[in-house]
């Protein structure tokens, strides 16, 4: 990733949280994203790696579960950010400057690895995966939350599942069209992709 990816993550860092389903303020929101993701934790207390971590909320809504979290962001200001939100809440998520398409850590070491909004962002989203999977434990899930956006960016579904089953023998996809997820209604596709295996 170029420095000047990260610059314009950096400079979005302040107002970020502002959109609904970035800074899960609403509580309704909030429930929402909480009814999603915490039955797909496989244990009690899982290792999730949060891949493009941005400001960490999805990182503390599941440490406050319980979960043992890990995120990892380009932007160091959107680090800060997350840091300071964990703090705040009050757990150990722990959050290192990086690139979400090669994260820091050793292979087999994650229960969950959650991404959200980032493979279609990437130059070689083919490679991510690939090294992505790797940091799973055996038995482990990959989740991600994608989309094809109505301005013509992101990743139809069809296209996840197709790069997904590259390096796995699951995609099993479910869309994402409740507006409480969004704080709103939305027009364009976004889905969930669940891999376990």
């Known amino acids: 990733m170029s420095v000047d990816v990260a610059a314009y993550w950096d400079g979005q860092a302040a107002g970020f949280d502002a959109e609904p389903d970035h800074g899960l303020a609403d509580p309704t929101v909030r429930a929402a994203w909480t009814r999603l993701l915490l039955p797909l934790m496989p244990t009690a207390c899982a290792r999730v790696a949060d891949l493009g971590s941005g400001t960490g909320s999805l990182a503390v809504l599941l440490a406050q579960a319980g979960h043992r979290v890990s995120g990892v962001d380009l932007a160091p200001r959107m680090v800060e950010v997350a840091r300071a939100k964990a703090a705040a809440a009050g757990v150990p998520a722990e959050f290192d400057v ?8 050793p292979a087999g070491t ?21 090294r992505w999977v790797e940091l799973l434990k055996p038995d482990g899930r990959l989740v991600l939350v994608e989309g094809r956006w109505w301005t013509g960016g992101g990743l139809a579904a069809g296209q996840a599942t197709d790069l997904v089953l590259r390096h796995r023998r699951e995609a099993v996809v479910a869309r994402l069209d409740d507006p409480t997820l969004w704080g709103g209604p939305i027009r364009d596709e976004r889905y969930l992709l669940v891999s376990r295996a």
């Open 98 to 105: 990086g690139d979400a398409a090669t994260p820091p850590w």
């Open 110 to 130: 994650f229960d969950v690895v959650l991404v959200r909004h980032v493979l279609w962002a990437l130059p070689d989203p083919d490679a991510a995966l690939q």
